[in-house]
């Protein structure tokens, strides 16, 4: 059973955070009062008190809030803890988003101690059920179910998508395909193709998030824009092509021009990525072909589905 040891907030983002002794806790929006609060994944951020005493016994003088967290907890290691867990405090439930967080300009610790914890030690939540909350309430950790739906995040590759010069279908299409299927999904993102953005993109979602798979659309082809293949090879740990081969075969039996897709599938960590075609055709050409296997491979990464073959 954890602690809450502090509850900060700021009314305005770019400020630090001051302790309150207590709050009011919103569904689906955040802290009251709070500026992080809103329609996203990240209402609510957690750190850890023994994180930050770690912190301070290396010199560092600072007050409850100077990282920008809004809870301030004892008990649970929470960068070990895996996306989907939930926190219940009293009547209040958080689930959590998102694992560390990216650190776009350095903030005044850092310059000053050359470090900064939460970038790698906050977490992040939304909230499920709220209520009021206030120093030193218990904290009752809930471990995710592991029949709970897969997260998917789709990122659609495109120079004028992006630019606003032409509509994104294909992105789209695959998010009414997984809902049907039953998937959750978490996030859609529209890139340019470049290799950089994209890696970015694909480690956050994989490491920060956890999400049980990414798909891409386009970027897949011989023009040398089309570098989806490159960036998916770069982050991923392990290959999977047995998916983007199989997608192949499949699609010959269309097109002959499926011989051209350098379409790659591969593992980062715990997450499944999948390059699909680009146009809206070949994509659900192509979903439809692998998703009916596409949750056994999914269930034995997460642990709920074991390896042996089909009777």
Not at 41 to 50: D, N, T, W
Not at 133 to 154: H, L, N, W, Y
């Amino acid at each position: 059973m954890g602690e809450i040891k502090a509850i900060c907030i700021s009314e305005k983002r770019g400020t630090q955070k001051k302790e309150i002794p207590e709050a009011q806790i919103l569904e689906d929006w955040g802290i009251e009062g709070d500026a992080h609060g809103g329609k996203w994944h990240r209402q609510i951020s957690l750190l850890a008190v023994e994180k930050i005493e770690d912190f301070r016994a290396r010199g560092a003088e600072i007050d409850y809030g100077a990282f920008g967290e809004n809870l301030i907890v004892e008990g649970y290691d929470l960068r070990a803890l895996l996306v989907g867990t939930r926190f219940k405090i009293g009547e209040v439930l958080l689930e959590l988003t998102q694992i560390g967080k990216e650190c776009h300009s350095h903030c005044e610790i850092y310059k000053k101690m050359g470090d900064c914890i939460m970038p790698r030690e906050g977490v992040f939540t939304k909230v499920l059920h709220g209520g009021h909350i206030q120093k030193g309430d218990k904290i009752e950790m809930i471990p995710p179910e592991q029949e709970r739906p897969f997260t998917v995040a789709v990122i659609t590759l495109s120079d004028k998508g992006f630019a606003g010069e032409r509509e994104d279908k294909s992105g789209p299409l695959i998010c009414e395909m997984l809902k049907e299927a039953g998937y959750d999904v978490v996030e859609t993102i529209l890139l340019p193709d470049e290799r950089v953005g994209l890696e970015r993109q694909m480690k956050r979602l994989a490491d920060q998030r956890q999400v049980s798979l990414i798909l891409t659309t386009g970027g897949t082809g011989f023009s040398p824009r089309d570098i989806t293949p490159e960036a998916t090879i770069a982050v991923c740990d392990r290959m999977a092509r047995g998916i983007a081969e199989a997608i192949r075969g499949y699609s010959m039996t269309i097109t002959r021009r499926a011989m051209l897709s350098r379409a790659e599938s591969g593992i980062r960590k715990g997450t499944l990525i999948v390059n699909l075609p680009g146009s809206p055709k070949a994509v659900k050409e192509s979903l439809e072909f692998i998703l009916p296997e596409l949750s056994h491979g999914l269930g034995i990464l997460r642990g709920s589905e074991g390896e042996c073959a089909r009777q």
